[in-house]
């Protein structure tokens, strides 16, 4: 199969920062990805005042877009640099605390309170730190994870989201063949037995 080639690929957490120190971040889009406008209403659900999460956040212009319209926003991202300037391109204001259950973890929340943004590995995260959300905004994140680590990635989803959760996935078609990835490949019927 497509995925096979590339099921032995890992990308380590320094390639990613060293990814966000030389600006090669070619994944992060300045005008915010249109199917999350397209499918909004999906997301919503005809709801108020969601928290929504964020895995692999980046710097996504997202966030204060979904936050500016009255709903929480919490992500994590590896890279303290995509955090801060997250904050600083869009001008707001923000304060920095230690996350007492994660060694090394900081959490950068925004003064008005509707964004936080934790700063370590995704896996370090569970329900008791972060809460559970409403709604998941996965945009590159099931793509850049590692194939061997997609299993524990699921996982860890399911156990941070509600029942009635809405859970929106971009995933990229291409020959694995021809791309190492990231993005990887995941096939729709991985993403079948991952989530369910």
Avoid at 42 to 71: Q, T, Y
Avoid at 120 to 145: E, H, N, Q, T
Wanted: charged share 25%; glycine share 8%; net charge negative.
């Amino acid at each position: 199969s497509d995925a096979e080639s590339q099921k032995e690929r890992v990308v380590t957490e320094e390639e990613w920062l060293q990814k966000w120190e030389m600006d090669n971040i070619g994944f992060h889009k300045e005008q915010g990805h249109p199917l999350l406008q397209k499918y909004l209403d999906v997301l919503l659900n005809g709801r108020s005042g969601l928290r929504i999460f964020f895995p692999l956040c980046g710097k996504a212009v997202e966030m204060k877009w979904l936050a500016d319209m009255g709903h929480n926003v919490v992500g994590v991202e590896v890279s303290e640099q995509a955090v801060k300037e997250f904050f600083s391109e869009h001008s707001l204001p923000y304060c920095e605390e230690p996350v007492p259950e994660i060694s090394g973890a900081k959490m950068f929340q925004s003064t008005s309170g509707n964004i936080s943004l934790y700063c370590c590995s995704i896996y370090d995260l569970s329900s008791s730190i972060v809460g559970k959300f409403d709604g998941v905004w996965d945009r590159g994140a099931l793509v850049a994870v590692n194939p061997c680590d997609r299993q524990r990635y699921a996982s860890l989803m399911i156990n941070l989201v509600e029942k009635n959760s809405s859970y929106l996935l971009v995933t990229v078609l291409y020959d694995a063949n021809k791309h190492k990835g990231p993005p990887f490949y995941v096939p729709e019927s991985e993403i079948k037995s991952l989530f369910g």
